[in-house]
């Protein structure tokens, strides 16, 4: 079993729906959450990032995090053509090593 | 952009070569850790340098080795390489130390062994 398991997808979702990624975890010592873009042929480019349960929002972005059940989500509100990419959740143990343990990736298109 | 800068940006080698790829971090960052992302898959980590001393290692073989330079950039060497080491190699650049901080990655160095 994987450290990290996403949904691979793909995902495909009408211009303006609200989009829903997750990625399930199974190491309880992993206490800081990234979510990551990546365009083809690019590298991941950092969305959010937190280290407590809860929400966190940034704009359009809205990143939740569970650690009872070892569960994270990225919500998009309004989603848009130009957010059509790879979507990465990423996250690292506390301390001072900075290793982040990534899912595979869930691809999204949104359709205009 | 993240200010994080790979090179090269392709590359083509031939089986059993040696290859060195190169990464700057952003400016006022110390920390580098490297990444291997093969086609349809996350990134997996290789190795992190944290003031110029390695500091955390994957589950990769010796021949993939590195380096951090005094003012913080790094190269990933890889010896004997072989056609399953074709990938996206990316760099990520931190600020290390106490507390956690956001690690911002290159744009990657495509790896081609034929």
């Known amino acids: 079993q994987k450290e990290v398991e996403q949904d691979p997808g793909p995902l495909s979702v009408p211009e303006g729906a609200i989009v829903s990624l997750n990625c399930t975890y199974s190491?309880?010592?992993?206490?800081?959450f990234m979510w990551y873009r990546q365009y083809s042929r690019k590298g991941p480019e950092l969305l959010m990032y937190t280290y407590s349960s809860g929400n966190k929002e940034d704009g359009r972005f809205t990143a939740q995090v569970d650690k009872s059940s070892k569960y994270i989500s990225l919500f998009i509100r309004d989603s848009q053509p130009s957010d059509s990419a790879t979507y990465l959740c990423a996250m690292g143990p506390s301390g001072s090593a900075r290793q982040l343990t990534f899912g595979s990736g869930t691809q999204l298109t949104v359709l205009p | 952009e993240t200010g994080v800068t790979q090179s090269p940006t392709h590359l083509i080698k031939t089986r059993g070569q040696q290859v060195t790829l190169r990464c700057s971090s952003q400016?006022?960052?110390?920390?580098v850790s490297w990444y291997q992302q093969a086609l349809g898959q996350g990134p997996q980590f290789i190795f992190q340098?944290?003031?110029?001393?390695?500091?955390g290692r994957g589950n990769f073989p010796p021949r993939f080795s590195g380096l951090q330079f005094p003012n913080y950039s790094s190269e990933l060497n890889v010896n004997a390489l072989e056609l399953d080491d074709s990938a996206l190699y990316l760099c990520a650049s931190s600020l290390g130390g106490q507390g956690i901080t956001e690690a911002f990655f290159g744009q990657g160095t495509r790896l081609t062994v034929v």
């Open positions: 190491n309880s010592a992993f206490q800081y």
């Open positions: 400016s006022g960052h110390n920390t």
């Open positions: 340098y944290y003031r110029e001393e390695e500091n």
